[in-house]
């Protein structure tokens, strides 16, 4: 697919008050490749929003300088794993506990490819042909009553293990993103 072949669009409510939200979505075309990422801060820490924000951004810049030698695979995990030790480290230091954290579902696209990663509960699907599919798969506890409980997310912990996943895509096809607390961002493939 070409950089010129895929649309976007994308909302986020608001949950507090102030009309703001812990939540943060962005995309990019990056030379040949599409980047698309949706965080949504842990509404239970502090500095859920600005981990969000942190995350989405270090994310989108580091795709911009990758090595070209870098698989994409590659490049995602290990933008991932730097960007978790950053806020984990920075939360022991100034809060002595976790507090910039974020989940994350990021998508990179190059030709008709799709490479994605999650962590957390943050979702990704593939709209084909009326048929939805779920790319993605959940860090979140099994048990009954506990079902929000998570058991990965960017920040919680000093080791971070995503959830990584290819796709082939086709024209028509629409890759939706879902974050737990209703942010939802489209890309179509035109």
């Not at 995990?77 to 960007?83: Q, Y």
């Not at 799709?114 to 993605?136: E, F, H, K, P």
């Amino acid at each position: 697919m070409a950089k010129g072949n895929i649309k976007t669009s994308g909302f986020s409510l608001a949950k507090t008050k102030e009309l703001t939200g812990d939540d943060f979505y962005d995309m990019a075309t990056i030379g040949n490749l599409s980047v698309a990422i949706v965080c949504d801060g842990v509404g239970s820490a502090e500095e859920g929003a600005q981990a969000a924000k942190r995350v989405t951004s270090y994310l989108i810049n580091n795709f911009k300088i990758r090595p070209k030698s870098w698989s994409i695979e590659k490049s995602i995990k290990t933008f991932i794993n730097s960007i978790n030790t950053i806020l984990y480290k920075e939360s022991q230091l100034n809060y002595e506990r976790s507090e910039l954290i974020t989940t994350l579902a990021l998508v990179v696209i190059e030709g008709n490819r799709l490479y994605g990663v999650n962590v957390g509960d943050s979702r990704v699907y593939l709209l084909r042909d009326a048929s939805l599919t779920q790319l993605s798969s959940d860090h979140a506890m099994q048990e009954e009553g506990y079902e929000n409980v998570l058991t990965q997310a960017i920040g919680i912990s000093e080791d971070v293990e995503p959830y990584y996943f290819e796709n082939i895509i086709q024209k028509n096809d629409k890759i939706l993103f879902a974050a737990m607390v209703c942010t939802m961002y489209f890309l179509k493939m035109k």
